[in-house]
């Protein structure tokens, strides 16, 4: 979401978020082409869960503690939601409905991809039988929004409900990251979520439980602290310092922090001091523009890349760039340019206007 409000709008947190969704783009491009992606960038999720976590709650805590109904939270939400989702998960349509997976069986089955397709567009998660068991295989990075969608509802009916506590919360923060270190165990990994299998959709809202829980907790800390955290003279240095540090961590291998348990001291402790320091930051006025154009862009790239991404999966194109190493050099930069160039476009031409004509039509109704 863009971290804005009436009131104020943190740029560092908009870069940040920016960046970390062009670094998933990195962290996708070589599984499009068959090989495997390296390092921990996938962390970069629970870092977007986080954050989600510290703007609802400064955007929409007091208004749910001052009467504002779940129901109407949620409508808020898909608003903010659901266009450039359903755009993703159509444009993620095409190739699937094209036969790019057509070696397995079930994508044969008419009933069986309207039945995919249709879930799909409604922000459903896909529950049968499909290659690596993919919980999206029409977008497979919605996964994370659809968990980001339920930790929203769950956060909205505890506020309401009067239960939403900073102890209530810790507790769900803790007893996530127990859970987490268990199956981080079992299973020698973190990333959990984008997969139908139990223990995977088990593992997604443990992350979740974890870090948008720990947003919110940010956040009250954020607004009890008030302005005293950084002092201006130091501020830009760490807005600058911040940036490096989140690209040093999700696309560069450090000892000890390059391994899962590293990446569970990640997202428990280092992204949570980031936001934290990031919210209190300034970065220099001229650059303000510029960090807002990579918030505002970043949901859209988000959810735009991997469709432009399965053209890889075409044999021939994707035995063309493999065979020709300048070409694999390309890969990125080509869909970052595509896919930023049709965002900007999404904003402007769709996601903005329709969420306008929502708003005002709600209002009306």
């Not at 908009?14 to 970390?20: F, P, T, V, W």
């Not at 699937?96 to 409604?122: C, E, K, N, S, Y």
Request: glycine residues 8%; aromatic residues 12%; positive net charge.
């Amino acid at each position: 979401m863009s971290l804005t409000s009436e009131k104020h709008r943190f740029h560092l947190l908009d870069a940040l978020r920016g960046m970390a969704a062009v670094l998933v783009v990195y962290w996708h491009a070589p599984l499009y082409l068959g090989l495997r992606a390296k390092h921990l960038t996938y962390l970069a999720v629970d870092f977007f869960f986080c954050l989600s976590g510290f703007v609802i709650a400064y955007t929409y805590q007091q208004r749910l503690e001052s009467g504002m109904t779940v129901w109407a939270f949620v409508k808020t939400r898909l608003i903010r939601l659901y266009p450039v989702y359903l755009f993703g998960a159509v444009l993620g349509s095409v190739p699937l409905l094209a036969g790019h997976m057509g070696h397995h069986p079930a994508t044969r089955d008419l009933v069986f991809m309207a039945i995919t397709v249709v879930t799909q567009w409604l922000m459903l998660p896909h529950l049968g039988d499909w290659p690596n068991h993919v919980l999206y295989p029409a977008n497979g990075p919605s996964w994370s929004i659809f968990f980001e969608v339920v930790a929203n509802i769950g956060f909205a009916i505890l506020v309401r409900a009067r239960k939403a506590s900073s102890t209530v919360l810790a507790v769900i923060c803790l007893a996530s990251l127990g859970g987490l270190l268990v199956l981080l165990r079992s299973e020698h990994t973190l990333n959990f979520g984008w997969s139908n299998d139990a223990w995977q959709i088990g593992g997604g809202l443990l992350r979740v439980f974890l870090s948008f829980p720990m947003g919110v907790l940010l956040y009250r800390i954020y607004r009890a602290l008030g302005n005293r955290l950084l002092a201006p003279a130091v501020s830009t240095w760490v807005a600058v310092g911040l940036c490096c540090l989140l690209l040093v961590l999700l696309q560069w291998a450090l000892p000890g922090l390059s391994t899962e348990a590293g990446g569970m001291l990640v997202i428990s402790v280092i992204f949570p001091l980031m936001i934290l320091l990031a919210a209190h930051a300034k970065v220099p006025a001229w650059a303000n523009k510029g960090c807002a154009l990579l918030g505002d862009l970043s949901y859209p790239v988000y959810l735009t890349h991997a469709p432009l991404m399965s053209v890889f999966e075409v044999p021939r194109i994707r035995g063309l760039v493999l065979s020709h190493a300048s070409l694999q050099l390309w890969v990125v930069p080509s869909v970052l340019l595509v896919s930023g160039v049709l965002s900007f476009v999404l904003l402007k031409v769709y996601d903005e206007p329709l969420r306008r004509w929502l708003r005002e039509r709600g209002r009306r109704s």
